[in-house]
Protein backbone atom coordinates (compact mmCIF):
# COMPACT_ATOMS: atom_id res chain seq x y z
CA UNK A 1 0.00 0.00 0.00
CA UNK A 2 1.39 3.75 -1.08
CA UNK A 3 -0.20 6.25 0.88
CA UNK A 4 -0.13 10.27 1.10
CA UNK A 5 -1.35 11.47 3.95
CA UNK A 6 -1.84 15.24 4.86
CA UNK A 7 0.71 16.73 2.06
CA UNK A 8 0.41 20.37 1.60
CA UNK A 9 3.06 21.87 -0.83
CA UNK A 10 4.07 25.65 -0.81
CA UNK A 11 6.08 27.76 -2.87
CA UNK A 12 7.65 30.99 -1.22
CA UNK A 13 4.72 30.88 1.31
CA UNK A 14 2.12 30.47 -1.02
CA UNK A 15 -0.01 27.02 -1.12
CA UNK A 16 0.56 24.95 -4.42
CA UNK A 17 -2.44 22.80 -3.00
CA UNK A 18 -3.18 21.78 0.59
CA UNK A 19 -3.90 18.14 2.31
CA UNK A 20 -3.72 15.87 -0.46
CA UNK A 21 -4.30 11.98 0.70
CA UNK A 22 -4.15 9.36 -1.49
CA UNK A 23 -3.93 5.52 -0.66
CA UNK A 24 -3.16 3.00 -3.91
CA UNK A 25 -2.92 -0.34 -3.41
CA UNK A 26 -1.02 -3.16 -4.45
CA UNK A 27 -1.47 -3.99 -8.11
CA UNK A 28 -3.37 -0.55 -8.60
CA UNK A 29 -2.90 2.27 -10.70
CA UNK A 30 -4.34 5.63 -9.70
CA UNK A 31 -4.06 8.04 -12.42
CA UNK A 32 -3.65 11.81 -11.29
CA UNK A 33 -4.65 14.16 -13.84
CA UNK A 34 -4.51 17.77 -14.26
CA UNK A 35 -3.27 20.87 -16.30
CA UNK A 36 0.04 21.84 -17.07
CA UNK A 37 1.68 23.74 -13.84
CA UNK A 38 -0.63 22.25 -11.52
CA UNK A 39 2.00 20.23 -9.45
CA UNK A 40 1.74 17.13 -10.61
CA UNK A 41 5.76 16.41 -10.98
CA UNK A 42 6.38 18.03 -7.75
CA UNK A 43 4.29 15.50 -5.78
CA UNK A 44 6.25 12.82 -7.74
CA UNK A 45 9.36 14.79 -6.74
CA UNK A 46 8.72 14.94 -3.30
CA UNK A 47 7.65 10.93 -3.14
CA UNK A 48 11.03 10.39 -4.24
CA UNK A 49 13.36 12.65 -1.88
CA UNK A 50 13.84 14.99 -4.67
CA UNK A 51 11.74 18.20 -4.43
CA UNK A 52 13.36 21.07 -5.40
CA UNK A 53 14.41 23.63 -2.31
CA UNK A 54 12.09 26.38 -3.62
CA UNK A 55 9.41 24.07 -2.57
CA UNK A 56 8.28 23.13 1.21
CA UNK A 57 6.03 20.22 1.86
CA UNK A 58 4.62 18.83 4.90
CA UNK A 59 2.80 15.64 5.24
CA UNK A 60 3.70 12.27 5.17
CA UNK A 61 4.38 8.89 2.76
CA UNK A 62 3.97 5.68 3.63
CA UNK A 63 5.12 2.72 1.77
CA UNK A 64 3.66 -0.91 2.84
CA UNK A 65 3.53 0.28 6.66
CA UNK A 66 6.88 1.88 6.45
CA UNK A 67 6.97 5.87 6.92
CA UNK A 68 9.27 6.66 4.11
CA UNK A 69 9.30 10.67 3.69
CA UNK A 70 12.43 10.71 5.62
CA UNK A 71 14.51 8.18 4.53
CA UNK A 72 17.21 8.66 1.52
CA UNK A 73 15.90 8.13 -2.05
CA UNK A 74 17.80 5.08 -2.49
CA UNK A 75 15.93 3.39 0.74
CA UNK A 76 12.63 4.51 -0.36
CA UNK A 77 12.05 1.53 -3.20
CA UNK A 78 10.11 3.74 -5.14
CA UNK A 79 10.32 3.55 -8.73
CA UNK A 80 9.90 6.47 -11.28
CA UNK A 81 9.72 6.35 -14.76
CA UNK A 82 10.08 9.67 -16.69
CA UNK A 83 8.34 10.82 -20.38
CA UNK A 84 12.25 10.49 -21.90
CA UNK A 85 14.02 7.55 -21.48
CA UNK A 86 17.02 7.92 -19.54
CA UNK A 87 18.91 4.92 -20.93
CA UNK A 88 22.41 5.52 -21.29
CA UNK A 89 23.94 5.72 -24.49
CA UNK A 90 27.19 4.55 -23.88
CA UNK A 91 26.04 1.22 -22.97
CA UNK A 92 24.58 -1.86 -24.11
CA UNK A 93 20.84 -2.66 -23.48
CA UNK A 94 22.31 -5.42 -21.15
CA UNK A 95 24.49 -2.89 -19.31
CA UNK A 96 21.62 -0.47 -18.91
CA UNK A 97 19.75 -3.07 -17.05
CA UNK A 98 22.74 -4.33 -14.87
CA UNK A 99 22.44 -1.22 -13.68
CA UNK A 100 19.55 -1.29 -11.56
CA UNK A 101 20.49 -5.12 -10.59
CA UNK A 102 20.90 -5.51 -6.48
CA UNK A 103 24.51 -5.42 -5.71
CA UNK A 104 22.91 -8.82 -4.37
CA UNK A 105 23.13 -10.58 -7.39
CA UNK A 106 26.18 -11.59 -8.42
CA UNK A 107 28.32 -13.49 -11.24
CA UNK A 108 26.64 -15.40 -13.70
CA UNK A 109 22.87 -15.29 -11.99
CA UNK A 110 23.24 -11.48 -13.25
CA UNK A 111 23.63 -12.85 -17.15
CA UNK A 112 20.93 -15.41 -16.12
CA UNK A 113 18.66 -12.36 -14.96
CA UNK A 114 19.21 -10.21 -17.38
CA UNK A 115 18.56 -12.95 -19.95
CA UNK A 116 15.28 -13.53 -18.55
CA UNK A 117 14.31 -10.41 -18.17
CA UNK A 118 14.91 -9.87 -22.30
CA UNK A 119 12.81 -12.89 -23.26
CA UNK A 120 9.61 -11.72 -20.78
CA UNK A 121 9.71 -8.90 -22.52
CA UNK A 122 9.92 -9.97 -26.01
CA UNK A 123 13.21 -8.81 -26.87
CA UNK A 124 15.43 -12.23 -26.27
CA UNK A 125 19.10 -12.03 -27.49
CA UNK A 126 19.22 -8.07 -27.23
CA UNK A 127 21.45 -7.62 -24.42
CA UNK A 128 24.45 -6.50 -26.35
CA UNK A 129 22.32 -4.39 -28.54
CA UNK A 130 23.33 -0.38 -28.34
CA UNK A 131 20.49 1.26 -27.24
CA UNK A 132 19.74 3.65 -30.21
CA UNK A 133 19.20 1.14 -32.51
CA UNK A 134 15.89 0.13 -31.22
CA UNK A 135 12.77 1.34 -32.13
CA UNK A 136 10.82 3.57 -29.17
CA UNK A 137 8.80 0.65 -27.98
CA UNK A 138 12.21 -1.33 -27.51
CA UNK A 139 13.05 1.16 -25.38
CA UNK A 140 10.06 1.58 -23.76
CA UNK A 141 10.11 -1.73 -22.72
CA UNK A 142 13.80 -1.84 -21.71
CA UNK A 143 13.07 1.55 -19.42
CA UNK A 144 10.04 -0.22 -17.83
CA UNK A 145 11.89 -3.47 -17.12
CA UNK A 146 14.76 -1.61 -15.90
CA UNK A 147 12.69 0.61 -13.17
CA UNK A 148 11.40 -2.86 -12.12
CA UNK A 149 14.92 -4.40 -11.57
CA UNK A 150 15.41 -2.10 -8.87
CA UNK A 151 12.63 -4.03 -7.28
CA UNK A 152 10.78 -1.31 -6.14
CA UNK A 153 7.52 -1.48 -4.16
CA UNK A 154 5.46 1.52 -5.76
CA UNK A 155 6.20 3.13 -9.17
CA UNK A 156 5.81 6.59 -10.40
CA UNK A 157 5.38 6.57 -14.26
CA UNK A 158 5.43 10.75 -15.32
CA UNK A 159 3.64 11.01 -18.89
CA UNK A 160 5.34 7.78 -20.26
CA UNK A 161 3.17 7.37 -22.75
CA UNK A 162 3.46 10.84 -24.60
CA UNK A 163 6.33 10.11 -26.61
CA UNK A 164 5.24 7.04 -28.37
CA UNK A 165 2.97 7.05 -31.42
CA UNK A 166 -0.62 6.20 -31.27
CA UNK A 167 -0.68 2.51 -31.97
CA UNK A 168 2.29 1.84 -30.37
CA UNK A 169 1.12 3.77 -27.35
CA UNK A 170 -2.32 1.73 -26.90
CA UNK A 171 -0.10 -1.84 -27.19
CA UNK A 172 2.56 -0.65 -24.80
CA UNK A 173 0.02 0.72 -22.11
CA UNK A 174 -2.08 -2.45 -22.13
CA UNK A 175 1.37 -4.41 -21.79
CA UNK A 176 2.63 -2.01 -18.70
CA UNK A 177 -0.67 -2.24 -16.91
CA UNK A 178 -0.25 -5.93 -17.01
CA UNK A 179 2.89 -6.15 -16.01
CA UNK A 180 2.55 -4.03 -13.02
CA UNK A 181 -0.74 -5.83 -11.69
CA UNK A 182 0.93 -9.37 -12.35
CA UNK A 183 4.15 -7.67 -9.89
CA UNK A 184 1.61 -6.33 -7.30
CA UNK A 185 3.27 -3.11 -7.65
CA UNK A 186 1.19 -0.27 -6.30
CA UNK A 187 1.55 2.86 -9.53
CA UNK A 188 0.63 6.51 -9.73
CA UNK A 189 0.21 7.79 -13.04
CA UNK A 190 0.80 11.33 -13.62
CA UNK A 191 -0.77 12.06 -17.22
CA UNK A 192 -2.64 15.44 -18.53
CA UNK A 193 -4.39 12.79 -21.09
CA UNK A 194 -7.94 10.78 -20.22
CA UNK A 195 -6.57 8.47 -22.55
CA UNK A 196 -3.87 7.32 -20.69
CA UNK A 197 -5.63 6.12 -17.49
CA UNK A 198 -6.37 2.28 -17.20
CA UNK A 199 -9.91 1.01 -17.81
CA UNK A 200 -11.97 1.34 -14.38
CA UNK A 201 -9.65 2.58 -12.77
CA UNK A 202 -9.25 5.50 -10.22
CA UNK A 203 -8.84 8.91 -11.14
CA UNK A 204 -7.85 11.75 -9.07
CA UNK A 205 -8.08 15.08 -10.31
CA UNK A 206 -6.00 18.22 -9.72
CA UNK A 207 -8.50 20.34 -9.06
CA UNK A 208 -10.29 18.47 -6.60
CA UNK A 209 -7.29 17.75 -4.58
CA UNK A 210 -8.13 20.50 -1.70
CA UNK A 211 -9.16 17.92 1.35
CA UNK A 212 -9.91 15.02 -1.79
CA UNK A 213 -10.03 11.78 -0.04
CA UNK A 214 -9.65 8.26 -1.89
N1 LIG B 1 12.21 24.91 -9.73
C1 LIG B 1 11.10 25.64 -9.75
N2 LIG B 1 11.14 26.94 -9.35
C2 LIG B 1 10.02 27.69 -9.36
N3 LIG B 1 8.82 27.24 -9.73
C3 LIG B 1 8.72 25.96 -10.12
C4 LIG B 1 9.85 25.08 -10.15
N4 LIG B 1 9.45 23.87 -10.58
C5 LIG B 1 8.11 23.99 -10.84
N5 LIG B 1 7.69 25.23 -10.55
C6 LIG B 1 6.29 25.71 -10.67
O1 LIG B 1 5.49 24.95 -9.78
C7 LIG B 1 4.24 24.67 -10.39
C8 LIG B 1 4.02 23.17 -10.46
O2 LIG B 1 4.94 22.58 -11.39
P1 LIG B 1 4.87 21.05 -11.82
O3 LIG B 1 6.02 20.79 -12.73
O4 LIG B 1 4.75 20.20 -10.61
O5 LIG B 1 3.49 20.98 -12.63
P2 LIG B 1 2.89 19.80 -13.50
O6 LIG B 1 1.47 19.68 -13.09
O7 LIG B 1 3.73 18.58 -13.36
O8 LIG B 1 3.01 20.38 -14.96
P3 LIG B 1 3.28 19.65 -16.36
O9 LIG B 1 2.03 18.84 -16.64
O10 LIG B 1 3.45 20.80 -17.30
O11 LIG B 1 4.51 18.81 -16.23
C9 LIG B 1 4.24 25.33 -11.76
O12 LIG B 1 3.59 26.56 -11.62
C10 LIG B 1 5.71 25.52 -12.06
O13 LIG B 1 5.91 26.65 -12.87
Same mark, same amino acid.
Given at each position: ????????????? +? @?????????????????????? $???????????? $?????????? $??????? +?????????? %??????????????????????????????? &???????????????????? !??????????????????? %????? +??? !??????????????????? %? !???????? %?? $?????????????? @??? &??????????????
Amino acid at each position: MLQIENLTLRRAA +Q @PLFENLELRIAPGEVLTLMGAS $GSGKSTVLNWMI $GALDPVFSAS $GSLWLNG +QRVEGLPTEL %RRIGILFQDDLLFANMSVGQNLAFALPATIR &GAARHERIAQVLADVGLAGF !AERDPATLSGGQRARINLM %RALLA +QPQ !ALLLDEPFSKLDVLLREQF %R !AWVFEHLQ %RA $GIATLLVTHDPQDA @PAG &GRVLNVSSWQKSQL
